[in-house]
């Protein structure tokens, strides 16, 4: 069976990790995954995409450790995507948004950390654990420092102890609690808002985010006004861009066509 469900509501793609017991990704999930999210990138009547897992229990306990053992590497063929194929997917720039429907340890976590939006169900929980198998987070430990205080990231990654939806939120790892039964219905309220909107400009902040994450601050902007990202030159260049300006000087709702 595909681990791998997707479903297509408009311009909003809905992609589901069922891969039973535990939503837990071997090297043919991951490969199939990128394969999934690379082609949702490249389909231009596609907006936004949420990914979520199966069941109620597990969102995706990241490395299936029972196919490491039969065999799958570590350091394996993860895909175009890299590990979930979002990670090191080039050119990524859609919004996705993560619907955390439980556990979200490991890879798990990585793989929601990758999406720009997390909303999690109230029972949702957390960790890091590789430390605890002699191996290591190595996204997490690239992205969690940038994303919560460095002590706090510091202690997740070297105890790999759980923590609740709460703390979570607390320090900022998840956008919105819901109750789970909830969970899809507030996921698909935003991608349908994210889908109404500017798909050129979305592009363009993806593209200005990346490219300012290690790079100082009047360099981007040295690269944005010169044009040198090509979403952003796309953008000026684009019809969306004159019908936004239109649609406010008439006092109407603008109508993107992402051109």
Same mark, same amino acid.
């Given at each position: 069976?595909?681990?791998?469900?997707?479903?297509?509501?408009?311009?909003?793609?809905?992609?589901?990790?069922?891969?039973?017991?535990?939503?837990?990704?071997?090297?043919?999930?991951?490969?199939?995954?990128?394969?999934?999210?690379?082609?949702?990138?490249?389909?231009?009547?596609?907006?936004?995409?949420?990914?979520?897992?199966a /069941? /109620?229990?597990?969102?995706?306990?990241?490395?299936?450790? *029972?196919?490491?053992?039969?065999?799958d590497?570590?350091?394996?063929?993860?895909?175009?995507?890299?590990?979930? /194929? =979002?990670?090191?997917?080039?050119?990524?720039?859609?919004?996705?948004?993560?619907?955390?429907?439980?556990i979200?340890?490991?890879?798990?976590?990585?793989?929601?950390?990758?999406?720009?939006?997390?909303?999690? +169900?109230d $029972?949702?929980?957390?960790?890091?654990?590789?430390?605890?198998?002699?191996?290591? +987070?190595?996204?997490?430990?690239?992205?969690l420092?940038?994303?919560?205080?460095? $002590?706090? +990231?510091?202690?997740?990654?070297?105890?790999g102890?759980?923590?609740?939806?709460?703390? +979570?939120?607390?320090?900022?790892?998840?956008?919105?609690?819901?109750? /789970?039964?909830?969970?899809?219905?507030?996921?698909?309220?935003?991608?349908?808002? =994210?889908?109404?909107?500017?798909?050129?400009?979305?592009?363009?902040?993806?593209?200005?985010?990346?490219?300012?994450?290690?790079?100082?601050?009047?360099?981007?902007?040295?690269?944005?006004?010169?044009?040198?990202?090509?979403?952003?030159?796309?953008?000026?260049?684009?019809?969306?861009?004159?019908e936004?300006?239109?649609?406010?000087?008439?006092?109407?709702?603008?109508?993107? *066509?992402?051109?």
């Open positions: 069976m595909d681990p791998i469900r997707t479903e297509t509501r408009g311009a909003v793609f809905e992609v589901t990790l069922d891969r039973p017991k535990a939503n837990a990704i071997d090297l043919v999930t991951s490969r199939r995954m990128g394969e999934v999210f690379a082609a949702f990138r490249d389909d231009p009547d596609l907006r936004v995409a949420i990914i979520t897992g /069941g /109620g229990k597990f969102f995706c306990p990241g490395w299936d450790l *029972k196919a490491a053992a039969d065999g590497a570590v350091d394996g063929d993860y895909g175009v995507g890299g590990f979930g /194929g =979002l990670q090191e997917l080039r050119g990524m720039n859609k919004p996705v948004i993560a619907a955390v429907n439980g979200a340890c490991g890879g798990g976590l990585e793989l929601a950390l990758s999406a720009d939006i997390i909303i999690a +169900a $029972h949702a929980q957390f960790a890091l654990p590789e430390i605890r198998s002699g191996t290591v +987070a190595d996204a997490a430990s690239v992205k420092p940038k994303r919560i205080p460095y $002590h706090i +990231a510091m202690e997740l990654l070297l105890t102890r759980w923590f609740d939806v709460a703390e +979570a939120k607390h320090w900022g790892l998840v956008n919105e609690i819901v109750p /789970g039964a909830a969970l899809m219905d507030r996921a698909r309220e935003m991608a349908d808002l =994210l889908a109404s909107g500017p798909p050129l400009v979305y592009a363009a902040i993806k593209e200005i985010v990346r490219d300012a994450e290690d790079a100082k601050f009047q360099d981007t902007m040295n690269r944005i006004t010169k044009r040198q990202l090509e979403t952003v030159d796309r953008l000026y260049a684009s019809e969306d861009q004159l936004g300006a239109r649609a406010f000087s008439e006092k109407r709702d603008p109508v993107w *066509k992402g051109r």
